[in-house]
């Protein structure tokens, strides 16, 4: 089982939520911190990390003795990254996607590729909980081939969960991708509100079914819980605002060691979950590519 | 001509509720989101719509099924797992690189533009502003980003006036990099949380290796006073401009709510302390004519 946490807006507790939910489910689970910008999970599960690995994109390197400056590779990289401009062909790796166009299609085969370091991914455990998060590298900007590669390590074994990244665009795309069900994390407030539906916007062409926990439940207005009942989005879980909860979480306490009360309603939204998935499954109603 | 751009690491630490007082405070300036992918200062500033664009940003792969003899070569060679087992294109995984496209001996494949989004030109309560939605779940966001930048350059150019603010995204990735590049000045909001620290950490040195002058202000600071300090330490050490501390205020929320600025109500701490901010960051740091 499979199971993403999103959240369209940023800091509604992504992390609050996947962190507590795979502490309470311990061994049986698995954490995967896809937000590779912005890894938060470690900060709260503070894990033993037991490797790291560099994660690279192969970018072009051009053999200038071979190289008769045709132009070729110039003409087919969508990504500006390579260019011959009098009688050099120049490149430029931070625009580089790694598709290997030109070096495949270069005529005179000048073209070999270099490693270009994306970031990397550490695995270890909290606990009982295997641990793996993926860190991009300061002022790289490519982050879906490195949230691929901490999906790689994925444990078909345990009950994956994947705390993405915010937004709605290709990061979290990729994130999701794949997943039995995303519980989608948001604040009563307008900007809650608001990114709320993008995000659901952007999953819900993967056909994946989605719940919402509520976080700091009764800080805003009602319009989460409107926008629920008329989208169908079951609401799975309401977290109440609680200082004690925020203090917690500003010294890097997840949220069932602040209020262990907390492990039986994370253990019953997992319940929930797989129900809703199991059920899901049996009934098939959409079939998916 | 000033461009400064509000940014945070660490998402939901009040990056849109500082730019839309700013915004409030500031004179003779154009507004700016590059939040492309969850923009929220128009929910603040209720633009109305001048103009509506379309931002084609790329392109992706079809195969055309009836020309295709299935000799698989185009799934040999994609990198992106975008080419399925039936030898279709799964548009989520096609990166747009057009490599199927060149080695397709049948010529079966062709590249479509995608529409990835839409940007706007406004007039909003507090100004002109541009803003942009990038269509849910797609690619090119750094591209929009750089767009609307561009956008909110010329209209002020137009319009005569001396300011850009600029909201960004969360993260350090593609729209972050693309929103500071070449600004005059960065302003990276956190919160006093391990995570606000460490994400704010990663902000500045992001910043850093741009060269661009960085301040920087703690929302909430009295959440948790021993974070705050630690911050402070490490802003300190790092030679970064400690502008400001704003103290946790519930009429954050309320105004938010209400879909006004913080500083709208001329009421409360918080309000306060984002005053004193303003008056500091545009007569020190943008040296903004009074």
């Not at chain 1, 954490?31 to 894990?47: G, K, T, Y």
């Not at chain 2, 989101?33 to 969850?38: G, L, M, P, S």
Request: hydrophobic content about 40%.
């Amino acid at each position: 089982m499979k199971i993403a946490v999103a959240s369209g807006k940023g800091g509604t507790g992504k992390t609050t939520v996947a962190t507590s939910l795979a502490a309470s489910l311990g061994r049986r689970a698995q954490i995967l911190d896809c937000d590779v910008e912005e890894p938060n999970c470690h900060i709260l599960m503070s894990p033993e990390i037991e490797s790291s690995e560099a994660i690279t994109l192969s970018t072009p390197l051009v053999d200038m003795s071979k190289c008769n400056l045709c132009g070729k590779c110039g003409e087919v990289c969508n990504f500006s990254a390579i260019l011959t401009i009098g009688k050099t062909t120049l490149t430029f790796p931070e625009m580089c996607h790694g598709c290997g166009g030109c070096m495949l299609l270069c005529p005179e085969k000048a073209i070999s590729e270099t490693p270009r370091e994306l970031g990397a991914v550490e695995t270890g455990s909290f606990e009982d909980v295997e641990f793996v998060q993926g860190r991009i590298r300061i002022g790289e900007a490519m982050a879906p081939p490195l949230i691929k590669a901490v999906k790689n390590r994925l444990n078909p074994n345990k009950i994956a969960i994947l705390d993405a990244p915010p937004g709605a665009s290709c990061p979290v795309i990729n994130t999701v991708k794949g997943s039995d069900f995303v519980i989608m994390v948001t604040e009563p407030t307008p900007f809650g509100l608001h990114d709320l539906r993008i995000a659901v916007e952007a999953i819900e062409p993967l056909g994946i079914p989605m719940g919402v926990v509520l976080n700091r439940s009764d800080i805003g207005d009602h319009e989460v819980q409107t926008y629920c009942g008329e989208a169908r989005l079951p609401l799975m879980l309401q977290i109440p605002f609680d200082r004690q909860i925020a203090e917690g979480y500003s010294r890097g306490k997840m949220l069932i060691q602040t209020n262990p009360d907390y492990v039986e309603k994370f253990i019953g939204l997992f319940e929930d979950v797989s129900r809703f998935v199991r059920k899901r499954s049996e009934t098939k109603q959409e079939p998916q590519s | 001509m000033k461009e400064l751009v509000i940014i945070s690491g660490k998402g939901g630490t009040g990056k849109t509720c500082l730019t839309a007082s700013f915004g409030y405070l500031a004179e003779n300036k154009v507004m700016a989101d590059c939040d492309v992918d969850a923009a929220d200062l128009h929910i603040i500033l209720e633009p109305r719509v001048l103009e509506k664009e379309e931002f084609w940003g790329g392109v992706k792969a079809s195969i055309d099924q009836f020309k295709c003899v299935k000799c698989g070569l185009c799934a040999e060679v994609c990198r992106f797992d975008a080419i399925t087992d039936s030898l279709t294109v799964d548009p989520i995984s096609c990166e747009g690189c057009s490599v199927c496209f060149h080695v397709c001996p049948e010529n079966a494949i062709k590249m479509d533009e995608v529409l990835n989004g839409h940007w706007f030109k406004c007039e909003s309560r507090f100004g002109p502003m541009i803003h942009a939605a990038l269509l849910p779940g797609e690619e090119n966001s750094g591209k929009l980003v750089a767009l609307v930048r561009n956008q909110a350059k010329t209209l002020a150019k137009e319009l005569g006036k001396s300011l850009i603010l600029v909201d960004g995204a969360p993260g350090v990735g593609c729209p972050v990099i693309s929103s500071i590049s070449g600004a005059n000045n960065v302003l990276v909001i956190t919160e006093p949380s391990l995570s606000g620290l460490h994400d704010m950490q990663r902000a500045i040195n992001l910043v850093q290796g741009f060269n661009i002058p960085t301040v920087a202000v703690i929302n909430k600071y009295d959440i948790n006073e021993t974070v705050s300090s630690q911050i402070e330490a490490w802003l300190g050490e790092n030679k970064v401009n400690l502008i400001g501390k704003i103290p946790y205020d519930t009429s954050v929320i309320k105004s938010m709510v209400q879909r006004k600025a913080v500083v709208e109500s001329n009421q409360g701490p918080a309000n306060e302390a984002i005053r004193n901010i303003w008056e500091r960051l545009s007569r020190d740091v943008l040296n903004l004519e009074a």
